[in-house]
């Protein structure tokens, strides 16, 4: 896990320079090879051909919406663990778990990966921007703490929302990202 780290440390685009998201990255089997190695780290349970699906979807909707892949990597990982079959309790869905209604709101089938992954980078894309300019606790734990449990909880509480879960998640999430860019 080490090299892989190293890698996309090295490699990789980073979020201060979102031009270098650019399609040559996928094109280089170096580059795909990395992601590949950190998908598998987290669900070695997948054939080739979604193993496939799931890089090329991430990186494609990544650069897409602006984000950087490694928090998309951080983001699929604790929400699912990169199973595309997974549901919870409350009944969201797919690799980036979303919502019924989420994804009806997105236009979304959440079942198909490269769909799922579409619609989980536009909602954190969303977030994202919806948060730019806010003070207090910093933009990314802001989208991520909507993306968990929702804006409007976000906005009721002017700021993370107090809830245990969406506490843990948000701190999942950075210490996951840290950790894919060797931080």
Known sequence: MQL???FLLLSGPTPAEPTRFAQAYYRDEAYLN???QAVRYYNPGLDAQQLETVVRALLHYAHHY????RLVTALVAC???FRP???SSAGARGLGQLMPGTAREEGIDPGPIPSNIHGACRVLRRHLDRYADR????QLELALAAYNA???AVERYGGIPPYPETLDYVSRVLAE???LCGR
């Not at 602006?66 to 892949?69: E, G, K, S, V």
């Not at 003070?135 to 910093?138: F, H, I, R, V």
């Open 66 to 69: 602006r984000l950087d892949p």
């Open 4 to 6: 892989l780290l190293a």
């Open 34 to 36: 990395a992601y590949r």
């Open 177 to 179: 990202y840290r950790t």
């Open 79 to 81: 929400e699912s663990g």
């Open 85 to 87: 079959e997974a549901v």
């Open 135 to 138: 003070s207090g606790p910093g």
């Open 150 to 152: 929702g804006p409007g």
